[in-house]
């Protein structure tokens, strides 16, 4: 069983950049798929990326992939999620999550069984 903390969020005006990280503990990290999950107030969660545990591949929804790339380092137990040319609409609470035996797509947000406890993200115009 893997335990996740994320960190790195707060308060950015628009145009903005913000680094996530996500630090594991208590299990083999790189057996495991890392996916960012977000959700704003008032809808429901909403995947944005994910990756291999082996960090070769990744998955970015098509419509941030361009301002978001995940990535991570299995030396120091932990992904990250940089974020650039941040939008008001970006604000939300951002969750990381981690699979190790993935039964549906890891582009969906079911597909991950442990949870961190999130970091707000707040993106002013």
């Known amino acids: 069983q893997v335990q996740l903390a994320e960190s790195g969020g707060g308060s950015v ?3 903005g950049s913000l680094r996530l990280s996500c630090a594991a503990s208590g299990s083999t990290f790189s057996n495991y798929y890392v996916g960012w999950i977000r ?32 990535s991570r380092d299995n ?3 932990t992904a990250y999620l940089q974020m650039r040319g941040l939008k008001p609409e970006d604000t939300a609470v951002y969750y990381c999550a981690a ?10 947000t079911d597909a991950y069984d442990y949870w961190g406890r999130g970091t707000q993200v ?3 115009s």
């Open 13 to 15: 005006q628009a145009g």
């Open 39 to 70: 959700q704003a107030p008032g809808k429901e969660r909403e995947f944005v990326a994910a990756i291999s545990g082996n960090g070769r591949n990744t998955y970015t929804v098509s419509s941030m992939n361009d301002r978001f790339s995940i």
């Open 75 to 77: 030396t120091k137990n």
């Open 99 to 108: 699979t190790a035996t993935p039964t549906r797509s890891v582009m969906t």
């Open 122 to 124: 707040t993106v002013s």
